[in-house]
């Protein structure tokens, strides 16, 4: 049984994500930042489930230390939005951004993906995976049309931690990969998405099945697409 480590796991995409992986028969741990509060996950029976705040380095190094076994896949799907934190999009723009805000969703959205990855990379095997669920708002092509300096910096650097991550990995046999994981319906995607979170999912997780090596640090779209940068 291949175990597969979940960050955000308790709404959304992540939540699929678990929901899946147990379906298909891998030992899932999930995290997410209050797990008393995370009924749903709870109720998926996942092996474990972990607090971790991806935005404080220590929380993360107690994520890691309570995992004692090999992991074959590690998905940084944890994140948050400007709205998560209090903002209109309005007033997040490349003129009006503060720029502690901005800050703060490059360390929650875009250094976790480095934090968390590092902390198991002990754990990994070769032919483990990694993946870091984007946003093709940090794409130079779609973002430059997208007003939210906070959130598109913070996916922009998920990306570029994506590329590096990849490097260092690559001799270790790891692959290192980042998705846009679609417009999906959820909380923060909203009612009037394209996609559905189990469409998002199942996608990403079929796409993970035949991914080539050599194909590391990659930019791909739910359906397995390349995505410009």
């Known amino acids: 049984m291949s175990t597969t480590v979940i960050t955000g796991a308790n709404r959304g995409i992540g939540l699929e994500l678990v929901r899946q992986c147990i379906q298909r028969g891998d030992k899932v741990i999930a995290g997410c930042r209050n797990p008393d509060e995370a ?19 220590e929380s993360v190094r107690s994520f890691s230390q309570a995992i004692d076994e090999q992991v074959a896949l590690l998905i940084n799907n944890a994140g948050t939005s400007i709205t ?3 903002f209109q999009r309005e007033d997040v723009g490349v003129m009006d951004a503060p720029v502690d ?3 703060d969703m490059i360390r929650i ?3 976790s ?7 198991l990379s002990g754990r990994f095997d070769s032919g483990s995976q990694v993946v870091n669920i984007t946003s093709q708002i940090g794409s130079m092509v779609v973002g430059a049309n997208f007003n939210d300096l906070p959130y598109a ?14 490097t260092q990995l690559k001799d270790k046999g790891v692959s290192v990969v980042a998705f846009h994981p679609g417009w999906v319906r959820t ?19 079929a796409t993970l099945k035949t991914f080539p090596h050599e194909d590391t640090g990659a930019f791909l779209r739910w359906d397995g697409s390349v995505h410009p940068w």
């Open 101 to 103: 805000l901005t800050l």
């Open 187 to 205: 909380d923060m995607g909203g009612s009037s998405a394209d996609i559905s979170v189990e469409e998002s999912a199942s996608g990403i997780l």
């Open 84 to 86: 998560n934190l209090g």
């Open 39 to 57: 009924q749903e996950l709870r109720g998926l029976e996942p092996a474990n489930l972990l607090a971790i705040d991806v935005g404080d380095e």
């Open 109 to 111: 959205n875009g250094l």
């Open 153 to 166: 910096t913070s996916k922009a650097v998920m990306n570029m931690v994506t590329v590096q991550l990849a």
């Open 113 to 119: 993906a480095a934090t968390v990855t590092r902390s």
